[in-house]
C-alpha cells in the first residue's frame, strides 16, 4: 500500500469520526424521542461562531470554548425542547419538521444578521499545528477532534446503558406513560437528553471550528451528512452513529481519491439506499 | 348549495384576482401563489393523505422542468411538449424509488427520499446531457405562441388556475374514494388497514405515481415560466421541504390545505424579500423562519386543521 | 376451516412457539389461553400473516396461506382485532367502520350503508360522527370488532379483545361476541379471562412456553393437571380450588 | 369547514400584494436596479458586491476630484440630467434564479428602475436578464462570467468583465512567458468546483493550455461546498503538477488552502482563478499560509495615492476589508452603466442602450485594469482582460504583466514557509 494510500485512509478515518461527533447528538434525540431535527447542522454552526467569540474576545483555543459551547448549546437545547419541541412532538410527525426546520431558519439568519455573511476561521496554530509520523501527516485539530469523538460517544454510550439516568431516559422513549407510571417524568427526562444531546453538539461545533471556516450556512453543509450518518448506523444508536461516521468518511476518502471528488456523494448516497433497502432499521438500529 | 358557498367565493376571487390586482408583480405573485399550490398539493397526497413524508419530491418536480427545457434544447420543439415526457418520467422513476422506498416507514421513508433526491441533483450536474451545472435554457424569444413565452404573468395564472383545478379535482375525487380512505387509513395504522384488506403496497405506490406525475406537472409549468433549470433551482432540496412546509402549514391531508399554505407563505416570502431583503441582513428569513416555528408551535396540523377540529365535535366520549 | 400444522416460530436464539398444530372448526369458538409470554399471541400473529412462521404452514378453506398478506386472508374472509386497539384516530367511527366496509364494495355510498348497518348490530349507531380519536379502551375494542365484521369474515380472530375492560363491559362483550357467533361466523379468541373462555369457548388449546400442552373443552383444560401446574398453579392453590 | 380560512388566506395575500403597488417615487434622481445574493450561500459575495455599488454610488452622488479621470468622479450626480443623484434599489436574489427573476420583475415594473445591474451567479443572471429583455431595460453585469449569456441575441444585455477565454488568455500567456524564462512548466493541473462557474472555466482554461502546447495531466472536480478536500489535495499532490490552477468559492479555497498546508503539499505554482480567491474572506483567514499565491485579477490597489488606492481606502472605511476583483469588477460594471445614463442624458430606455452600444471608455477612466470598455454586438466588452496579482503579506500586488506590476513575482509558492 502506498504511503498515499495509508494517508487517504487514515485521514477518511480522523473525517470520520468527526461526522461521528457532531451526528451522536442527533442520533440521540432522533432515537430517544422519533424527532429529526433538521435545526441540528445550525446547532453546529452556533457552536462554531461560540468558539469564534471566545477566541476573539478570550484568546482562548477549544480549551475553553469546549466547554462554554457546551453549556451554551444544552441550554439552547432545553430550551428549544420547552418552547417548541414538547408541542410539536404532540401534533403529526410533519409539525416536527416544519417546527425545526423553522428553528434552523431562525438561528442561521439571526447569526447572519449578527455576524454577517462573511468566512470567518480560527487560526491554523490554535491546536498545535500538524505532525509527522511515518511518512503520515496528522492535524493535530482534527486528532483531538477524532479522539473526542470517540470519547463522547463512549460517554454518552455508558450514559444509557450504564446509569439510572440512561435507564430512565430508554424507559420514557420506549413507552412514554409506563415510565410515568413508575415515577419518571417523561419531559424531565426529554429535556435533559436535548440538553445533552446539544451539548454534544457543541463540543462537536468548537472542535470543527478548529480546522473548518465558519459562515452562517456552514450547518447546511454538515447537516445532511449527520441525516445519513444517522440513518446509516441506525436511529438511537450511539455506537451505530460511530461505525456509521467512520465508515462514511472512508468510503469519502478513497471514492474521492480513486473516482474523484464529485461521485463521492453519489458512493455515498447509493450506499445508503442499498443499506435502507436491505436494512431498513440501519447497521446497528433496532428492528 | 351551502356546501358550495365558500368553494364558490374562493373560485371567484381567484378567477377575479388578476383583474383587481393589476400590478405585473402582483399578477406574478398570484401565478406564484398557484404554482406552488399545484406542486404542494401534489405532494399532498402522498405526504398528506397517506402520511408518507417525502422529502424528496422535488425529484419529479425535476422530471418536469428537465423534461421540458431538455426537449427544447436538443429537439427545438416547444416546452410544454415536454410535459408529458416529464411525467412519464415522474412516473417512472416513482415506480423504481417507490417500491422498495415505500415499505420504510417513517423517519427512513424520509431519509430515503432525501438520499434519491440527492443523488439525482448530484448526477444531473455532472451530466452534460441535463446541461450539467450550467443548467438548461428555454426559448427566451418566443417563436410561436405554443412556447408559451408571456411578458405578462396573466397567461401563466389561468393556465397555472387550470392545472389546480385538475389537480384539487382528483385530489377531491381521490378523498372521496376507496383509495382515499385507504390511504388515510395507512396513516393512522398501516397494520390495522392490511388487515382489513387494504392492499397498502399498491394503495401507497398508486398515491405515489399520481403524486410525482402532478408534481412533474408543476415542474414543466415552472419551465415554462422561468425558462431555466439548473441542478439547485430544479433539484435542490429547499424545493421539496417548501412543498412540505406550504402543505403542513396549511394543513397536510386536507383539500385545500396547500392552496392556504402557498396562499400565505409565498406572497410573505416574496413581499418580505422585496420590503426587506435589500438590506441584507436575512431579516426574510428571519421571518420566514419565525413564522413556521409559531404556526407548529400553535397549530401543528396546519391552519385549517382548527376549523377541521371545530367542525367535529370535541368532547370525549366513554373514556 | 383453517389449519395450522407444525408451527414455529424463532426469533434469534429464542423459540417463541414451538410445533405447535391447531384445527379450527366450521362454527366453533376456539380459545387460546396461556400466560404471558406463553406464545399464544405469536401463534395468533402467525395466523394473521402479521409474522411468517419459521417453519410450518396454515391452511384456511383448503387454500395454503402461509406466505400470503394479512390482506390477502382479509379478502378470503379472514378478520382479525388487535390487542392495542389500532384506531383510524383520523377518521369518524362511521369512517373507520368503512374501511373494512371497502374490501367487499369499492363504491363509498354502498360502503357507508354497510358501515351503518355493522354500526347498529354492534349498538354504535349513535357515534357513527364521533371522532375516533375521542373515544376510550371499551369504544376502541367495540370499533376493532365492528371494522373486522365490515370485512364480512368467515373467521374472526379476536385478540384479547376483553382485556382492560371493567366486568360490566366485559359482560357486554361477551353478549357481543355471541351475536356475532349466531351469525354464523366462526372466531378464534385469545383470551386471559378464564370466566371468558369458559363461557365462550367450544374448545380451549393451552400454551406453556411455546408450546400446546392441553387442548379440549374449557371444563377438561381446567381440570388438566399439567396446566394447573404451569398455568394455574398458583392461582389455583390461592384460591383453593378451580374457576 | 375549512372554507373561510382559503379565502382568508387569499385576502391577506391580496392585501400585502396591494400594500406593494403605489408608492410616489422621489423626483430629481435616477433609479437603478442591483439585484445580488444577500442570503443564502453566495451572500459574503454578495453584500461585498452591495457595499462596493454603495461606493460607487457615493462615487457619483458626490465630488470626489482626488479620484481623477475616473468616471463621474468629479461633480456631483449625472451632469447631463441636471445633476441627477443616483439612488440604486437593491434586491436579494436568495441564490435562487426564481427569486432573481421575481425581483428583477419588481424593480422594472414596480420600483421603474432605468437598468438593472447584477446578479453574481450566472444562472440568475440569465433568469433575471431574460425579463430586462422582455421588458426592454438594459441589464448590465460586471461581473457574471458564464459564456452564454451573451450567446442569447439579446439586445439589452451588455458585460463589462472578461470571461473564460480572455482569462484562460492570461494564464496560458504567463505560464509560456516563465516557461521561456527556463522554469520547468509542462505539467498542468486543473482543480475546479462543479458548478457552472468551475466547469466552464477549467474547461476553457485546459483547451487553451493544451494548445499553448503545455500538459494537462489531470483535472480534478469536486463538489462546491464540500466538507472534506484531503483527496483531492492527495491526487494533486500524486500528479507533480509544475503549476495547479484552482477554481473555487471562497469555502472551498478556504479548506483546500487549509488541507494543503495539513498536508504539507505545495505546488511550485498555485494559481486560484479569482472568486474565492479574491473573496477579503480568504486573505483574512489564511494569508497566512497562502503567501505567494497566484490570482487573476483586474483589481490592483495601486500607488499611495492613486485613484485604485483611494477607492480602495474609501472601502475599506467602510466596509473593514480590501476591496476585491470581484466587487471591483461589480463596482466598474456599474460605474460603466452610470456613465452611459449620464451620456445618454435621458432615462428613456432607447436612448439608454444607444449609448451603451455607444460606450467606449480609455483605461484611465476605469478603476479596474481593462484595457478600456467596448461592447460588441452582443453586448460583451472587447477590451476586458485581467492582470496577475500575488498574495504578498496581507494583500494581494500586481505582478504580471509587466507593465501593470507594482511588485516583484515571488517564485516559487511559498504558502506557509517564512
Given at each position: 500500500m502506498s504511503a498515499t494510500l495509508v494517508q487517504v485512509i487514515v485521514g477518511g478515518l480522523l473525517l470520520g469520526a468527526i461526522y461521528a461527533l457532531f451526528s451522536s447528538g442527533l442520533t440521540l434525540i432522533w432515537g430517544m424521542m422519533n424527532v429529526v431535527n433538521f435545526a441540528h447542522g445550525d446547532f453546529v454552526m452556533v457552536a462554531?461562531?461560540?468558539?469564534?467569540?471566545?477566541?476573539?474576545?478570550?484568546?482562548?483555543?477549544?480549551?475553553?470554548?469546549?466547554?462554554?459551547?457546551?453549556?451554551?448549546?444544552?441550554?439552547?437545547?432545553i430550551l428549544a425542547y420547552f418552547l417548541l419541541v414538547r408541542h410539536v412532538m404532540r401534533g403529526p410527525m410533519i409539525a416536527q419538521i416544519l417546527g425545526t426546520f423553522g428553528l434552523a431558519l431562525l438561528l442561521r439568519y439571526s447569526m447572519f444578521g449578527a455576524a454577517g455573511a462573511n468566512f470567518l476561521s480560527l487560526p491554523d496554530n490554535l491546536v498545535g499545528g500538524t505532525y509527522e509520523i511515518f511518512g503520515i501527516r496528522l492535524q493535530a485539530s482534527r486528532v483531538v477532534a477524532g479522539i473526542v469523538a470517540l470519547l463522547v460517544t463512549a460517554g454518552l454510550h455508558l450514559l444509557l446503558t450504564r446509569t439510572s439516568l440512561g435507564s430512565k431516559m430508554l424507559a420514557v422513549s420506549e413507552?412514554?406513560?409506563?415510565?410515568?407510571?413508575?415515577?419518571?417524568?417523561?419531559?424531565?427526562?426529554?429535556?435533559?437528553?436535548?440538553?445533552?444531546?446539544?451539548?454534544?453538539?457543541?463540543?462537536?461545533?468548537?472542535?470543527?471550528?478548529?480546522?473548518?471556516?465558519?459562515?452562517?450556512?456552514?450547518?447546511?453543509?454538515?447537516?445532511?451528512?449527520?441525516?445519513?450518518?444517522?440513518?446509516?448506523?441506525?436511529?438511537?444508536?450511539?455506537?451505530?452513529?460511530?461505525?456509521?461516521?467512520?465508515?462514511?468518511?472512508?468510503?469519502?476518502?478513497?471514492?474521492?481519491?480513486?473516482?474523484?471528488?464529485?461521485?463521492?456523494d453519489v458512493v455515498v448516497y447509493i450506499l445508503f439506499i442499498f443499506v435502507l433497502w436491505f436494512r431498513p432499521q440501519g447497521l446497528m438500529g433496532k428492528s | 348549495m351551502k356546501k358550495l358557498l365558500w368553494p364558490g367565493i374562493t373560485a371567484v376571487l381567484l378567477l377575479a384576482y388578476p383583474l383587481v390586482f393589476t400590478t405585473p408583480f402582483q399578477q406574478r405573485l398570484g401565478a406564484l401563489v398557484l404554482l406552488y399550490a399545484i406542486a404542494a398539493s401534489a405532494w399532498n397526497i402522498v405526504g398528506g393523505y397517506a402520511g408518507q413524508i417525502s422529502v424528496g419530491h422535488v425529484v419529479f418536480f425535476g422530471c418536469g422542468a428537465y423534461a421540458s427545457l431538455a426537449l427544447f434544447t436538443h429537439t427545438g420543439l416547444p416546452p410544454v411538449l415536454g410535459m408529458p415526457l416529464g411525467i412519464a418520467a415522474a412516473v417512472g422513476i416513482a415506480a423504481i424509488i417507490g417500491t422498495p422506498t415505500l415499505r420504510l416507514s417513517g423517519h427512513y421513508f424520509s431519509m430515503a427520499t432525501i438520499a434519491v433526491a440527492e443523488l439525482a441533483r448530484l448526477v444531473t450536474t455532472n451530466t452534460e446531457f441535463l446541461g450539467a451545472a450550467v443548467g438548461l435554457s428555454g426559448p427566451t424569444v418566443p417563436r410561436t405562441w405554443l412556447d408559451l413565452s408571456f411578458i405578462s404573468s396573466v397567461p401563466y395564472y389561468y393556465l397555472f388556475l387550470a392545472v389546480l383545478v385538475i389537480t384539487l379535482g382528483i385530489t377531491w375525487w381521490m378523498e372521496r374514494s376507496r383509495i382515499g380512505f385507504y390511504l388515510r387509513a395507512i396513516r393512522d395504522s398501516e397494520k390495522a388497514a392490511r388487515s382489513l384488506g387494504a392492499r397498502a403496497p399498491r394503495v401507497k405506490l398508486i398515491a405515489y405515481l399520481l403524486s410525482a406525475g402532478l408534481t412533474s406537472v408543476a415542474g414543466s409549468l415552472y419551465a415554462l415560466m422561468f425558462q431555466f433549470v439548473d441542478p439547485e433551482s430544479g433539484l435542490g432540496i429547499l424545493i421539496s421541504v417548501k412543498m412540505l412546509i406550504m402543505a403542513a402549514l396549511g394543513g397536510a391531508g386536507l383539500l385545500f390545505g396547500p392552496l392556504v399554505g402557498a396562499a400565505i407563505l409565498v406572497p410573505l416570502e416574496e413581499i418580505s424579500n422585496s420590503l426587506l431583503g435589500g438590506r441584507g441582513a436575512g431579516l426574510t428569513f428571519v421571518l420566514y423562519g419565525a413564522i413556521i416555528v409559531l404556526i407548529a408551535r400553535f397549530r401543528p396540523d396546519g391552519i385549517l386543521g382548527l376549523f377541521q377540529s371545530a367542525r367535529k365535535a370535541p368532547e370525549k366520549h366513554d373514556a | 376451516?383453517?389449519?395450522?400444522?407444525?408451527?414455529?416460530?424463532?426469533?434469534?436464539?429464542?423459540?417463541?412457539?414451538?410445533?405447535?398444530?391447531?384445527?379450527?372448526?366450521?362454527?366453533?369458538?376456539?380459545?387460546?389461553?396461556?400466560?404471558?409470554?406463553?406464545?399464544?399471541?405469536?401463534?395468533?400473529?402467525?395466523?394473521?400473516?402479521?409474522?411468517?412462521?419459521?417453519?410450518?404452514?396454515?391452511?384456511?378453506?383448503?387454500?395454503?396461506?402461509?406466505?400470503?398478506?394479512?390482506?390477502?386472508?382479509?379478502?378470503?374472509?379472514?378478520?382479525?382485532?388487535?390487542?392495542?386497539?389500532?384506531?383510524?384516530?383520523?377518521?369518524?367511527?362511521?369512517e373507520n367502520v368503512m374501511i373494512g366496509a371497502f374490501l367487499r364494495t369499492s363504491v363509498t355510498a354502498e360502503a357507508r350503508e354497510r358501515a351503518r348497518r355493522i354500526l347498529d348490530i354492534v349498538d354504535m349507531a349513535h357515534l357513527a360522527q364521533t371522532p375516533a380519536k375521542t373515544l376510550g379502551t371499551p369504544g376502541r375494542k367495540r370499533l376493532e370488532i365492528a371494522r373486522a365484521l365490515a370485512t364480512e369474515p368467515k373467521l374472526l380472530l379476536l385478540d384479547e379483545a376483553m382485556a382492560g375492560l371493567n366486568p360490566t363491559e366485559v359482560r357486554a362483550a361477551i353478549d357481543l361476541v355471541r351475536v356475532i357467533h349466531g351469525m354464523g361466523i366462526t372466531l378464534v379468541i385469545v383470551e386471559h379471562i378464564m370466566e371468558v373462555i369458559n363461557s365462550l369457548a367450544d374448545r380451549v388449546i393451552v400454551f406453556h412456553q411455546g408450546r400446546e400442552i392441553a387442548r379440549g373443552t374449557p371444563r377438561e383444560v381446567t381440570g388438566d393437571p399439567t396446566v394447573i401446574e404451569a398455568y394455574l398453579g398458583k392461582r389455583a392453590s390461592r384460591a383453593g380450588g378451580r374457576t | 369547514m375549512m372554507k373561510r380560512s382559503p379565502?382568508?388566506?387569499?385576502?391577506?395575500?391580496?392585501?400585502?400584494?396591494?400594500?406593494?403597488?403605489?408608492?410616489?417615487?422621489?423626483?430629481?434622481?435616477?433609479?437603478i436596479g442591483?439585484?445580488?445574493?444577500?442570503?443564502?450561500?453566495?451572500?459574503?459575495?454578495?453584500?461585498?458586491?452591495?457595499?462596493?455599488?454603495?461606493?460607487?454610488?457615493?462615487?457619483?452622488?458626490?465630488?470626489?476630484?482626488?479620484?481623477?479621470?475616473?468616471?463621474?468622479?468629479?461633480?456631483?450626480?449625472?451632469?447631463?440630467?441636471?445633476?441627477?443623484?443616483?439612488?440604486?434599489?437593491?434586491?436579494?436574489?436568495?441564490g435562487t434564479p426564481a427569486a432573481g427573476q421575481n425581483q428583477a420583475l419588481r424593480l422594472i415594473t414596480e420600483e421603474k428602475v432605468v437598468a438593472l445591474h447584477g446578479a453574481y451567479q450566472s444562472g440568475i443572471t440569465t433568469t433575471a436578464s431574460a425579463i430586462a429583455e422582455r421588458y426592454g431595460i438594459p441589464f448590465m453585469t460586471g461581473e457574471s462570467v458564464a459564456a452564454n449569456l451573451t450567446e442569447r441575441g439579446f439586445k439589452w444585455f451588455f458585460r463589462t468583465t472578461p470571461i473564460a477565454s480572455d482569462i484562460a488568455d492570461v494564464y496560458v500567456s504567463f505560464l509560456k512567458e516563465m516557461k521561456a524564462k527556463g522554469m520547468k512548466i509542462d505539467n498542468l493541473v486543473i482543480v475546479n468546483e462543479n458548478t457552472e462557474y468551475g466547469t466552464s472555466i477549467a474547461k476553457v482554461v485546459g483547451d487553451t493550455a493544451k494548445a499553448g502546447g503545455f500538459n494537462v495531466s489531470m483535472v480534478i472536480p469536486y463538489s462546491a461546498n464540500t466538507t472534506d478536500v484531503q483527496s483531492q489535495v492527495l491526487q494533486l499532490k500524486d500528479a507533480k503538477p509544475d503549476a495547479a490552477i484552482f477554481i473555487s468559492y471562497t469555502s472551498d479555497a478556504i479548506l483546500f488552502t487549509k488541507t494543503m498546508q495539513a498536508l504539507g503539499y505545495k505546488p511550485p505554482i498555485l494559481i486560484g482563478d479569482n472568486s474565492g480567491f479574491s473573496d477579503a474572506s480568504y486573505l483574512r483567514t489564511v494569508g497566512p499560509i497562502a503567501q505567494g499565491?497566484?490570482?487573476?485579477?483586474?483589481?490592483?490597489?495601486?500607488?499611495?495615492?492613486?485613484?485604485?488606492?483611494?477607492?480602495?481606502?474609501?472601502?475599506?472605511?467602510?466596509?473593514?476589508?480590501?476591496?476585491?476583483?470581484?466587487?471591483?469588477?461589480?463596482?466598474q460594471g456599474f460605474l460603466a452603466l452610470a456613465e452611459a445614463v449620464n451620456r445618454a442624458g435621458s432615462t428613456e430606455p432607447a436612448k439608454l442602450q444607444a449609448a451603451l452600444k455607444a460606450t467606449d471608455l480609455k483605461p484611465n477612466q476605469l478603476m479596474m485594469g481593462y484595457k478600456g470598455i467596448k461592447f460588441d454586438a452582443k453586448g460583451q466588452n472587447i477590451l476586458a482582460s485581467a492582470m496577475l496579482i500575488q498574495a504578498q503579506g496581507d494583500q494581494y500586488v500586481a505582478v504580471w504583466p509587466k507593465e501593470s506590476a507594482t511588485a516583484e513575482l515571488k517564485l516559487p509558492y511559498k504558502a506557509w514557509e517564512k
Amino acid at each position: 500500500m502506498s504511503a498515499t494510500l495509508v494517508q487517504v485512509i487514515v485521514g477518511g478515518l480522523l473525517l470520520g469520526a468527526i461526522y461521528a461527533l457532531f451526528s451522536s447528538g442527533l442520533t440521540l434525540i432522533w432515537g430517544m424521542m422519533n424527532v429529526v431535527n433538521f435545526a441540528h447542522g445550525d446547532f453546529v454552526m452556533v457552536a462554531m461562531y461560540i468558539a469564534y467569540v471566545v477566541y476573539v474576545l478570550l484568546g482562548g483555543g477549544p480549551l475553553a470554548s469546549v466547554p462554554i459551547a457546551a453549556v451554551s448549546l444544552a441550554t439552547i437545547g432545553i430550551l428549544a425542547y420547552f418552547l417548541l419541541v414538547r408541542h410539536v412532538m404532540r401534533g403529526p410527525m410533519i409539525a416536527q419538521i416544519l417546527g425545526t426546520f423553522g428553528l434552523a431558519l431562525l438561528l442561521r439568519y439571526s447569526m447572519f444578521g449578527a455576524a454577517g455573511a462573511n468566512f470567518l476561521s480560527l487560526p491554523d496554530n490554535l491546536v498545535g499545528g500538524t505532525y509527522e509520523i511515518f511518512g503520515i501527516r496528522l492535524q493535530a485539530s482534527r486528532v483531538v477532534a477524532g479522539i473526542v469523538a470517540l470519547l463522547v460517544t463512549a460517554g454518552l454510550h455508558l450514559l444509557l446503558t450504564r446509569t439510572s439516568l440512561g435507564s430512565k431516559m430508554l424507559a420514557v422513549s420506549e413507552d412514554a406513560t409506563a415510565a410515568q407510571l413508575m415515577g419518571i417524568r417523561p419531559d424531565y427526562m426529554q429535556a435533559i437528553a436535548w440538553g445533552i444531546a446539544a451539548g454534544a453538539t457543541g463540543i462537536a461545533g468548537a472542535l470543527i471550528a478548529t480546522f473548518f471556516y465558519i459562515s452562517p450556512t456552514v450547518g447546511e453543509t454538515l447537516a445532511i451528512i449527520a441525516f445519513v450518518t444517522v440513518a446509516l448506523g441506525g436511529f438511537g444508536s450511539v455506537p451505530g452513529a460511530l461505525v456509521a461516521g467512520l465508515l462514511i468518511g472512508l468510503i469519502e476518502s478513497l471514492s474521492a481519491y480513486w473516482i474523484g471528488g464529485v461521485w463521492k456523494d453519489v458512493v455515498v448516497y447509493i450506499l445508503f439506499i442499498f443499506v435502507l433497502w436491505f436494512r431498513p432499521q440501519g447497521l446497528m438500529g433496532k428492528s | 348549495m351551502k356546501k358550495l358557498l365558500w368553494p364558490g367565493i374562493t373560485a371567484v376571487l381567484l378567477l377575479a384576482y388578476p383583474l383587481v390586482f393589476t400590478t405585473p408583480f402582483q399578477q406574478r405573485l398570484g401565478a406564484l401563489v398557484l404554482l406552488y399550490a399545484i406542486a404542494a398539493s401534489a405532494w399532498n397526497i402522498v405526504g398528506g393523505y397517506a402520511g408518507q413524508i417525502s422529502v424528496g419530491h422535488v425529484v419529479f418536480f425535476g422530471c418536469g422542468a428537465y423534461a421540458s427545457l431538455a426537449l427544447f434544447t436538443h429537439t427545438g420543439l416547444p416546452p410544454v411538449l415536454g410535459m408529458p415526457l416529464g411525467i412519464a418520467a415522474a412516473v417512472g422513476i416513482a415506480a423504481i424509488i417507490g417500491t422498495p422506498t415505500l415499505r420504510l416507514s417513517g423517519h427512513y421513508f424520509s431519509m430515503a427520499t432525501i438520499a434519491v433526491a440527492e443523488l439525482a441533483r448530484l448526477v444531473t450536474t455532472n451530466t452534460e446531457f441535463l446541461g450539467a451545472a450550467v443548467g438548461l435554457s428555454g426559448p427566451t424569444v418566443p417563436r410561436t405562441w405554443l412556447d408559451l413565452s408571456f411578458i405578462s404573468s396573466v397567461p401563466y395564472y389561468y393556465l397555472f388556475l387550470a392545472v389546480l383545478v385538475i389537480t384539487l379535482g382528483i385530489t377531491w375525487w381521490m378523498e372521496r374514494s376507496r383509495i382515499g380512505f385507504y390511504l388515510r387509513a395507512i396513516r393512522d395504522s398501516e397494520k390495522a388497514a392490511r388487515s382489513l384488506g387494504a392492499r397498502a403496497p399498491r394503495v401507497k405506490l398508486i398515491a405515489y405515481l399520481l403524486s410525482a406525475g402532478l408534481t412533474s406537472v408543476a415542474g414543466s409549468l415552472y419551465a415554462l415560466m422561468f425558462q431555466f433549470v439548473d441542478p439547485e433551482s430544479g433539484l435542490g432540496i429547499l424545493i421539496s421541504v417548501k412543498m412540505l412546509i406550504m402543505a403542513a402549514l396549511g394543513g397536510a391531508g386536507l383539500l385545500f390545505g396547500p392552496l392556504v399554505g402557498a396562499a400565505i407563505l409565498v406572497p410573505l416570502e416574496e413581499i418580505s424579500n422585496s420590503l426587506l431583503g435589500g438590506r441584507g441582513a436575512g431579516l426574510t428569513f428571519v421571518l420566514y423562519g419565525a413564522i413556521i416555528v409559531l404556526i407548529a408551535r400553535f397549530r401543528p396540523d396546519g391552519i385549517l386543521g382548527l376549523f377541521q377540529s371545530a367542525r367535529k365535535a370535541p368532547e370525549k366520549h366513554d373514556a | 376451516m383453517l389449519e395450522a400444522t407444525g408451527i414455529s416460530k424463532v426469533f434469534g436464539r429464542l423459540r417463541a412457539v414451538d410445533d405447535v398444530s391447531a384445527e379450527v372448526r366450521q362454527g366453533e369458538i376456539l380459545g387460546l389461553i396461556g400466560p404471558n409470554g406463553a406464545g399464544k399471541s405469536t401463534f395468533f400473529n402467525c395466523l394473521t400473516g402479521d409474522l411468517a412462521p419459521t417453519t410450518g404452514s396454515v391452511r384456511f378453506l383448503g387454500e395454503d396461506i402461509t406466505t400470503r398478506s394479512p390482506e390477502a386472508r382479509a379478502e378470503l374472509g379472514l378478520a382479525r382485532t388487535f390487542q392495542l386497539p389500532q384506531t383510524f384516530t383520523g377518521m369518524t367511527v362511521l369512517e373507520n367502520v368503512m374501511i373494512g366496509a371497502f374490501l367487499r364494495t369499492s363504491v363509498t355510498a354502498e360502503a357507508r350503508e354497510r358501515a351503518r348497518r355493522i354500526l347498529d348490530i354492534v349498538d354504535m349507531a349513535h357515534l357513527a360522527q364521533t371522532p375516533a380519536k375521542t373515544l376510550g379502551t371499551p369504544g376502541r375494542k367495540r370499533l376493532e370488532i365492528a371494522r373486522a365484521l365490515a370485512t364480512e369474515p368467515k373467521l374472526l380472530l379476536l385478540d384479547e379483545a376483553m382485556a382492560g375492560l371493567n366486568p360490566t363491559e366485559v359482560r357486554a362483550a361477551i353478549d357481543l361476541v355471541r351475536v356475532i357467533h349466531g351469525m354464523g361466523i366462526t372466531l378464534v379468541i385469545v383470551e386471559h379471562i378464564m370466566e371468558v373462555i369458559n363461557s365462550l369457548a367450544d374448545r380451549v388449546i393451552v400454551f406453556h412456553q411455546g408450546r400446546e400442552i392441553a387442548r379440549g373443552t374449557p371444563r377438561e383444560v381446567t381440570g388438566d393437571p399439567t396446566v394447573i401446574e404451569a398455568y394455574l398453579g398458583k392461582r389455583a392453590s390461592r384460591a383453593g380450588g378451580r374457576t | 369547514m375549512m372554507k373561510r380560512s382559503p379565502w382568508a388566506a387569499l385576502a391577506v395575500a391580496s392585501l400585502l400584494a396591494a400594500g406593494l403597488s403605489g408608492g410616489a417615487f422621489a423626483q430629481q434622481t435616477v433609479k437603478i436596479g442591483a439585484i445580488y445574493p444577500l442570503s443564502g450561500n453566495a451572500a459574503s459575495a454578495g453584500t461585498s458586491a452591495k457595499a462596493a455599488i454603495e461606493l460607487a454610488v457615493d462615487i457619483i452622488n458626490n465630488d470626489h476630484p482626488e479620484l481623477g479621470d475616473i468616471t463621474l468622479a468629479k461633480g456631483t450626480g449625472l451632469p447631463n440630467l441636471k445633476g441627477a443623484k443616483v439612488e440604486v434599489v437593491f434586491a436579494d436574489n436568495q441564490g435562487t434564479p426564481a427569486a432573481g427573476q421575481n425581483q428583477a420583475l419588481r424593480l422594472i415594473t414596480e420600483e421603474k428602475v432605468v437598468a438593472l445591474h447584477g446578479a453574481y451567479q450566472s444562472g440568475i443572471t440569465t433568469t433575471a436578464s431574460a425579463i430586462a429583455e422582455r421588458y426592454g431595460i438594459p441589464f448590465m453585469t460586471g461581473e457574471s462570467v458564464a459564456a452564454n449569456l451573451t450567446e442569447r441575441g439579446f439586445k439589452w444585455f451588455f458585460r463589462t468583465t472578461p470571461i473564460a477565454s480572455d482569462i484562460a488568455d492570461v494564464y496560458v500567456s504567463f505560464l509560456k512567458e516563465m516557461k521561456a524564462k527556463g522554469m520547468k512548466i509542462d505539467n498542468l493541473v486543473i482543480v475546479n468546483e462543479n458548478t457552472e462557474y468551475g466547469t466552464s472555466i477549467a474547461k476553457v482554461v485546459g483547451d487553451t493550455a493544451k494548445a499553448g502546447g503545455f500538459n494537462v495531466s489531470m483535472v480534478i472536480p469536486y463538489s462546491a461546498n464540500t466538507t472534506d478536500v484531503q483527496s483531492q489535495v492527495l491526487q494533486l499532490k500524486d500528479a507533480k503538477p509544475d503549476a495547479a490552477i484552482f477554481i473555487s468559492y471562497t469555502s472551498d479555497a478556504i479548506l483546500f488552502t487549509k488541507t494543503m498546508q495539513a498536508l504539507g503539499y505545495k505546488p511550485p505554482i498555485l494559481i486560484g482563478d479569482n472568486s474565492g480567491f479574491s473573496d477579503a474572506s480568504y486573505l483574512r483567514t489564511v494569508g497566512p499560509i497562502a503567501q505567494g499565491v497566484i490570482n487573476r485579477s483586474a483589481w490592483d490597489i495601486g500607488k499611495p495615492g492613486s485613484p485604485t488606492f483611494l477607492i480602495n481606502e474609501m472601502y475599506k472605511k467602510k466596509t473593514g476589508n480590501d476591496l476585491d476583483d470581484t466587487s471591483g469588477r461589480v463596482m466598474q460594471g456599474f460605474l460603466a452603466l452610470a456613465e452611459a445614463v449620464n451620456r445618454a442624458g435621458s432615462t428613456e430606455p432607447a436612448k439608454l442602450q444607444a449609448a451603451l452600444k455607444a460606450t467606449d471608455l480609455k483605461p484611465n477612466q476605469l478603476m479596474m485594469g481593462y484595457k478600456g470598455i467596448k461592447f460588441d454586438a452582443k453586448g460583451q466588452n472587447i477590451l476586458a482582460s485581467a492582470m496577475l496579482i500575488q498574495a504578498q503579506g496581507d494583500q494581494y500586488v500586481a505582478v504580471w504583466p509587466k507593465e501593470s506590476a507594482t511588485a516583484e513575482l515571488k517564485l516559487p509558492y511559498k504558502a506557509w514557509e517564512k
